[in-house]
């Protein structure tokens, strides 16, 4: 009687627990490893701020500087790593990134830092080998005419790594990146936020709203500030919120603040959004603010569009494991009643 009352309960918490490491098995796959190589930016003569780890260049007009960095490979075996120049810009929902394009970047930034600066072609697929040490170069030629505030980019490096065998699709890359800061002849220059627009998008697959304010100075804002609210009145009233907190806006570039409307779909009409921003001028930090509020409409065929390739709400597969867990219990107690009925 008991080994059977022992085997009706472990079979249930097997069935049980079998669900419960089925619906978990898409997290066991992970994987730390350690960079195989590091980079330090070497000295410049032209560099204005020892004290910092990026390039912070004071360049005259017209004259060309060379500027280098150290790569050192850590490793046992040879190692190939890419570099390149990219231009800065501001990610959406706050922060800087950097490209190597210069498409899409605002229309206020008249000279990006690709445009200028050129590293060694040699220097642009790195193979070295065990515990190499290797020193790099490029080169950045200031524009003739005067350039006010700041041209902003990185010096980044990218090893490629890709994991094989036992079907694993694992892939990752090592990668590093240096600032480079370029001062204009005039560099004291103060940021500008402008409102741009207010659309429907997607974001991060969900309908939303997008609200565009632009920089259109070249001074990088930090310590940044925002809180976007977009409201709508009349029948299908709703109002949502994005903040955003110790951010950063990259000098001449757009800043768009996304709001997302989760599973719920966007309606069409008239819409309000309130932005407020804050921050500092990276030259003095001094404080500064911005507020905009404006009015738009939305209209049915655009939200149509939207809703139709946002993700759905997914069904919730715990309700089915807790529905099934239940009833197996419940089986189990009637058993476990009539074994005890029957033989005790």
Same mark, same amino acid.
């Given at each position: 009687?008991?080994?059977?009352?022992?085997?009706?309960?472990?079979?249930?918490?097997?069935?049980?627990?079998?669900?419960?490491?089925?619906?978990?098995?898409?997290?066991?796959? %992970?994987?730390?490893?350690?960079?195989?190589?590091?980079?330090?930016?070497? &000295?410049?003569?032209?560099?204005?701020?020892?004290?910092?780890?990026?390039?912070?260049?004071?360049?005259? &007009?017209?004259?060309?500087? %060379?500027?280098?960095?150290?790569?050192?490979?850590? @490793?046992?075996?040879?190692?190939?790593?890419?570099?390149?120049?990219?231009?800065?810009?501001?990610?959406?929902?706050?922060?800087?990134?950097?490209?190597?394009?210069?498409?899409?970047?605002?229309?206020?930034?008249?000279?990006?830092?690709?445009?200028?600066?050129?590293?060694?072609?040699?220097?642009?697929?790195?193979?070295?080998?065990?515990?190499? %040490?290797?020193?790099?170069?490029?080169?950045?030629? /200031?524009?003739?005419?005067?350039?006010? !505030?700041?041209?902003?980019?990185?010096?980044?490096?990218?090893?490629?790594?890709?994991?094989?065998?036992?079907?694993?699709?694992?892939?990752?890359?090592?990668?590093?990146?240096?600032?480079?800061?370029?001062?204009?002849?005039?560099?004291?220059?103060?940021?500008?936020?402008?409102?741009?627009? %207010?659309?429907?998008?997607?974001?991060?697959?969900?309908?939303? /709203?997008?609200?565009?304010?632009?920089?259109?100075? &070249? /001074?990088?804002?930090?310590?940044? @500030?925002?809180?976007?609210?977009?409201?709508?009145? !009349?029948?299908?009233?709703?109002?949502?919120?994005?903040?955003?907190?110790?951010?950063?806006?990259?000098?001449?570039?757009?800043? @768009?603040?996304?709001?997302?409307?989760?599973?719920?779909?966007?309606?069409?009409?008239?819409? @309000?959004?309130?932005?407020?921003?804050?921050?500092?001028?990276?030259?003095?930090?001094?404080? /500064?603010?911005?507020?905009?509020?404006?009015?738009?409409?939305?209209?049915?065929?655009?939200?149509?569009?939207?809703?139709?390739?946002?993700?759905?709400?997914?069904?919730?597969?715990?309700?089915?494991?807790?529905?099934?867990?239940?009833?197996?219990?419940?089986?189990?107690?009637?058993?476990?009643?009539?074994?005890?009925?029957?033989?005790?």
């Amino acid at each position: 009687m008991v080994s059977k009352i022992r085997g009706l309960v472990l079979g249930v918490f097997l069935i049980i627990a079998g669900f419960i490491i089925s619906s978990k098995a898409t997290f066991a796959a %992970t994987q730390t490893q350690n960079a195989d190589f590091e980079i330090q930016r070497l &000295p410049a003569d032209t560099q204005v701020n020892n004290d910092v780890k990026y390039f912070d260049l004071k360049i005259d &007009p017209g004259k060309t500087a %060379t500027i280098k960095m150290r790569i050192q490979n850590f @490793t046992d075996h040879k190692i190939t790593v890419k570099s390149d120049i990219g231009n800065s810009f501001t990610q959406v929902g706050g922060g800087i990134d950097f490209t190597t394009s210069i498409k899409n970047l605002d229309s206020s930034l008249k000279v990006p830092l690709t445009k200028i600066t050129n590293i060694a072609p040699t220097d642009r697929v790195l193979r070295l080998g065990p515990n190499e %040490t290797r020193d790099i170069s490029a080169t950045v030629k /200031m524009p003739t005419e005067h350039t006010r !505030g700041q041209i902003y980019g990185d010096w980044h490096f990218i090893e490629y790594l890709n994991s094989k065998g036992s079907g694993s699709a694992i892939s990752s890359n090592y990668a590093y990146a240096v600032g480079i800061v370029l001062r204009g002849t005039n560099y004291k220059v103060y940021p500008e936020l402008k409102y741009d627009q %207010t659309k429907a998008i997607l974001y991060k697959k969900h309908s939303g /709203m997008g609200i565009d304010l632009r920089n259109t100075q &070249p /001074m990088m804002i930090q310590n940044v @500030t925002a809180q976007a609210v977009v409201s709508k009145a !009349g029948v299908f009233a709703s109002k949502h919120v994005f903040n955003v907190t110790d951010s950063k806006i990259a000098p001449n570039s757009k800043f @768009t603040l996304p709001i997302t409307w989760s599973y719920d779909q966007l309606k069409p009409g008239k819409y @309000t959004v309130n932005v407020q921003v804050k921050g500092e001028s990276d030259w003095n930090h001094l404080p /500064m603010s911005w507020h905009f509020k404006k009015t738009f409409t939305v209209k049915k065929a655009t939200v149509a569009k939207i809703n139709e390739n946002a993700l759905k709400q997914p069904k919730n597969k715990w309700l089915y494991v807790s529905v099934a867990s239940g009833v197996l219990l419940v089986i189990a107690s009637v058993e476990l009643l009539k074994l005890l009925s029957s033989g005790v």
